[in-house]
């Protein structure tokens, strides 16, 4: 006799690959964030998610706009400028991007 529990698919091996196209997306985008935002270094200090875009870095509102069209046209996605205006840290940036990305 058949249970329900043998009858229920096996989604785990789907569940797996679709964890691991999560990381490797975030991934992805981590790694484009910080190369795009590397010129803009102080004292080749490493750029980490919690760096503070205005803060931590040499940048003006000019750069930051030009990166973001870039990363727009990287992951084919628009992000809205209110969006844009509220980004203060790498991780920020980087959730915005995921989530647009995503959908």
């Given at each position: 006799?058949?249970?329900a ?60 706009m ?38």
């Amino acid at each position: 006799m058949q249970t329900a529990r043998n009858l229920a698919p096996d989604t785990r091996g789907a569940i797996n690959v679709l964890e691991r196209e999560r990381i490797t997306l975030r991934d992805d985008v981590m790694y484009e964030v910080c190369r795009q935002l590397a010129p803009y270094r102080v004292d080749d200090k490493p750029i980490t998610a919690q760096t503070v875009i205005y803060d931590d870095l040499s940048i003006d509102s000019l750069a930051v706009m030009d990166i973001v069209v870039e990363l727009e046209d990287r992951f084919d996605i628009a992000i809205p400028i209110n969006t844009v205006a509220e980004i203060r840290t790498v991780k920020v940036l980087a959730d915005a991007i995921l989530a647009l990305a995503r959908t």
